[in-house]
């Protein structure tokens, strides 16, 4: 069977409709946002759940503008969540709880799906307190 | 033959996307998708068991084709289904 690139928005729309119906879905990573976290064809798991249960620090499947974004929610407000992808400096993802698709459970790795750990939450929020320095550290190093 | 249970079919836009909702936990990273034509012969033996022939005839019904043109595509398209699979005899 041929390998081809499926449509970005037909992608998306089978994955929220299986979502929405309980299944826990393995998705690839696509681009580098999530590093050093997270990398480009690595594979994560995702769960629709309860806006509870949902913490900062998770990394979150989120539907923005008009496209589908996987980062780490930041801050979290009652009608405004905030996002942002670990590797982005600048960039800060404002959306509501409804526009959350899912959260990563889970990371695929080679002896199969590994629940992420508490500390990858906890060290990917400290990377994003690390902004400023990590800013001014890119300024001078460029 | 029949096709392997548990797998439904959607119609996603203009894709025609396999998928395999009783397992609860879905590997996406793979999606296995249908041309037009290979999704209307998966539709009209869903829950069947069938055969080459079947297939065949359905084209023949459907589609301006030669006989060996469609045992061709037949063969082809069951060659693809059952490296990946999706059926089972």
Redesign the interface.
């Known amino acids: ?1 041929e390998k ?1 690139i ?2 970005n ?3 998306f ?3 929220e ?2 979502l929405l ?8 990573i696509r681009g580098n946002s999530m590093l050093p976290f997270l990398k480009e064809g690595d ?1 994560v ?1 995702i769960k629709q759940v309860a806006p509870d249960s949902m913490k900062v620090g998770d990394v979150l499947l989120c539907c923005w503008k008009d496209q589908v974004v996987l980062h780490r929610l930041v801050k979290k407000k009652k009608e405004e969540w905030l996002l942002a992808g670990d590797n982005n400096l600048g960039q800060l993802e404002r959306v509501t709880p409804q526009q959350v698709l899912a959260k990563v459970m889970a990371r ?1 790795m080679e002896e199969g799906a590994q629940e992420l750990p508490v500390r990858f939450r906890v060290v990917g929020l400290l990377w994003y307190y690390l902004r400023i320095p990590r800013i001014l550290i890119n300024k001078i190093t460029r | 033959m029949r096709l392997k249970d548990g797998l439904t079919l ?1 119609k ?4 025609f ?1 396999i ?1 395999q ?1 009783d ?7 793979k ?3 249908l041309n037009e034509v290979s999704a209307y012969l998966w539709e009209a033996v869903q829950g069947k068991d069938f055969t080459a022939q079947h297939w065949e005839d359905l084209l023949l019904e459907r589609y301006a084709v030669e006989p060996e043109v469609a045992k061709a595509d037949v063969e082809a398209i069951l060659v ?1 289904l059952r ?2 699979g999706l059926i089972v005899d």
């Open positions: 069977m081809r499926v449509n928005a037909a992608y729309a089978l994955i409709e299986q119906l309980g299944q826990q879905l393995c998705i690839p594979k798991w695929e | 959607r996603i836009g203009k894709e996307v998928v909702p397992l609860g936990m879905q590997d996406m990273t999606v296995f998708t693809t490296e990946q």
